[in-house]
């Protein structure tokens, strides 16, 4: 067989946008805001809080834009209806207006002088709507929706308000000061980066505390002790996880987004790979059981190359890196040719598989002994070297990796050194992804039943009295 060769992804494009979250500086542009109702002095509230000039056209107000009116000079009343011609030259026109022809007299008169429009509540009058907010000024965030459900937006603005501490505007703001002076230090854009990665490092972590004169000193002192450093290439190994992409490690994420390429087995799913910056190279360098690979000498000397280039490497791998995953050869080549390696654990097929299921693979009555076995040798064929008083033991609980092809050798292999005939076991197929697959029984059945199941994606056996349980709901299956 023809081994594959490194397979250069395209750039992943996005998917369809509902809305273009776009962020407009209004600070002394004219707004138009139509409307004296309790609806439109929210709005006025917020525009002014923007720094714009908002006329606010009404004949009569409540009590809550009269308030509004007083308390924020910037607003500026005229007390007459709106007409046309007040909205040329403006920057946004808003309006809390009743009737449909009026919305729609609102609407022509907003295009034909080629403002955008909102009318309070009607989208269908909307060029554009405002989403919730968190502020952290000068760190905004906006949140829409699309009008799918207001109490889901209100929930997901709670949970951003909860993790972004409050003194992070300070840090925004100082960063805002401090550009100038990480410019002037004339940094490469690897230098300017990791300023700005230690920078934020340092907001987070005393986010309670204001950002002093100091902390820029130590930070750039930092920038020019390394900046003598030639720009230096490294690899990280990641564990992807068994598929789900919403198992990736937080430390997983942070690798995946400072990436400049990513090397990705075939185990990995496209939305873990997509977690990776949107600018990051994407590899595909699959070592795929029984087709066509990329070997593994090829693609350490790819890791290799691509530090000696002074690139960040993410080596994206299935499950955990440092399980049936070939590390040591990845770890060893790339360390030789004198680049520093790290290695982010993930979560390991088997552990995934366990927690689909709702099993526990050291269930406390049965089992003493939780043993990862691969099934597959360098050939392909079942290794002649496995214990079989180890995979015989009644009180163990057995992981198969790469298992399936050889399974009925396996079993026959078993049953031949005394294993129990109806010993629990179950093949998960593509545990964690949706469309995950159970084929269990008992060990002297299953090969029949994988034959006749035909599993065309990754599998693990497990096998052992800790099976027996009855399974949690596939993740597909309806509840
Ligand atoms: N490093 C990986 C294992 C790589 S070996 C880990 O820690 O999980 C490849 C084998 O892992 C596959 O042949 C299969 O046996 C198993 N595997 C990986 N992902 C799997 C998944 N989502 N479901 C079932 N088995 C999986």
Not at 315 to 326: A, E, S, W
């Amino acid at each position: 067989m023809r081994p594959r060769q490194p397979d250069p992804a395209p750039l992943a494009r996005l998917s369809a946008l509902a809305t273009l979250p776009v962020f407009f500086r209004l600070t002394d542009k004219c707004v138009v805001l139509v409307g004296g109702t309790e609806g439109a002095a929210w709005k006025a509230e917020l525009l002014a809080a923007t720094g714009a000039q908002v006329h606010v056209f009404a004949a009569s107000l409540s009590d809550k834009m009269r308030e509004t009116l007083r308390d924020l000079p910037t607003l500026m009343w005229i007390a007459r209806a709106w007409e046309p011609a007040d909205l040329h030259g403006a920057a946004l026109a808003i309006g809390d207006v009743e009737s449909d022809h009026e919305a729609t007299r609102f609407c022509a008169a907003a295009r034909v002088a080629g403002v955008p429009v909102n009318v309070i509540d009607r989208p269908a009058f909307c060029d554009f709507q405002f989403g919730s907010i968190v502020e952290r000024s000068p760190v905004v965030i906006g949140i829409s929706t699309d009008g799918a459900a207001p109490v889901f937006g209100q929930e997901i603005r709670a949970r951003i308000e909860s993790i972004l501490p409050q003194g992070l505007r300070s840090w925004a703001q100082a960063a805002k000061g401090w550009r100038a002076s990480v410019q002037s230090r004339n940094l490469p854009f690897r230098g300017r980066r990791a300023f700005w990665e230690r920078f934020t490092a340092l907001a987070f972590a005393k986010a309670d505390q204001s950002p002093q004169n100091s902390d820029l000193v130590d930070l750039l002192r930092v920038s020019d002790e390394q900046s003598s450093d030639a720009p230096k290439g490294s690899v990280v190994l990641v564990g992807a996880g068994p598929g789900d992409p919403d198992l990736l490690t937080v430390k997983a994420v942070r690798a995946l987004q400072s990436a400049d390429v990513v090397l990705y087995d075939d185990l990995v799913s496209p939305q873990t790979v997509n977690a990776a910056r949107r600018e990051a190279t994407r590899i595909a360098v699959g070592k795929r059981g029984y087709k066509p690979s990329c070997t593994q000498d090829d693609i350490t000397a790819l890791l290799v190359s691509l530090a000696r280039d002074g690139k960040r490497v993410v080596r994206l791998k299935g499950g955990d890196p440092m399980v049936f995953g070939r590390a040591g050869e990845e770890i060893e080549g790339v360390t030789a040719a004198g680049f520093p390696v790290e290695v982010i654990p993930g979560v390991t097929a088997a552990s995934g598989a366990a927690a689909s299921l709702g099993l526990s693979l050291t269930e406390r009555k049965v089992a003493r002994r939780l043993q990862f076995i691969t099934a597959h040798a360098h050939d392909g064929r079942l290794p002649d070297d496995l214990s079989y008083a180890a995979l015989t033991d009644p009180r163990a609980t057995t992981v198969v990796y790469m298992g399936v092809k050889t399974l009925p050798l396996l079993v026959a292999r078993l049953l031949a050194e005394g294993l129990d005939p109806a010993t629990p076991a179950v093949v998960v197929e593509r545990a964690t992804w949706p469309d995950e697959r159970r084929i269990a029984g008992m060990i002297a059945q299953l090969p029949e039943r994988i034959a006749q199941a035909r599993p065309t994606g990754p599998c693990l056996v497990l096998i052992g009295a800790a099976l027996a349980g009855p399974p949690l709901p596939s993740p597909g299956e309806p509840t």
